[in-house]
């Protein structure tokens, strides 16, 4: 069975840090880009990072020199470090898994609530 389980969620301060991870199973991770999404309560989902097979990174404009997207293939694994965290990044964080070279496969996992408030 496919799965991908976020965690690393939590409630921090403004300017805190969080580390969220992904762990994947059931299809091969190596091969798929991975991407971390966000949705605010209220709004819509909104794609946060990117990372390909060949570990090119991009980011939405909002996020750029505060978080990092990496993967660890041998892990199976897709983080999203997150440095100075605002009010505004509060929301539930959701990893995706889209297949390469041919993009038939996609996949969501459940999300991890990040909270930032003080």
């Known amino acids: 069975q496919v799965q991908l389980v976020e965690s690393g969620g939590g409630l921090v301060q403004p300017g805190g840090s969080l580390r969220l991870s992904c762990a994947a199973s059931g299809f091969t991770f190596r091969s798929y880009v991975m991407s971390w999404y966000r949705q605010a309560p209220g709004k819509e989902r909104e794609w946060v990072a990117v990372i390909s097979t060949g570990d090119n990174t991009n980011y939405a404009d909002y996020v750029k020199g505060r978080v990092t997207i990496s993967r660890d293939n041998a892990k199976n694994t897709v983080y999203l470090q997150m440095n100075n965290l605002k009010p505004e990044d509060t929301g539930v964080y959701y990893c995706?898994?889209?297949?390469?070279?041919?993009?038939?496969?996609?996949?969501w996992g459940q999300g991890t609530q990040v909270t930032v408030s003080s």
């Open positions: 995706s898994a889209e297949s390469r070279p041919l993009r038939t496969r996609r996949y």
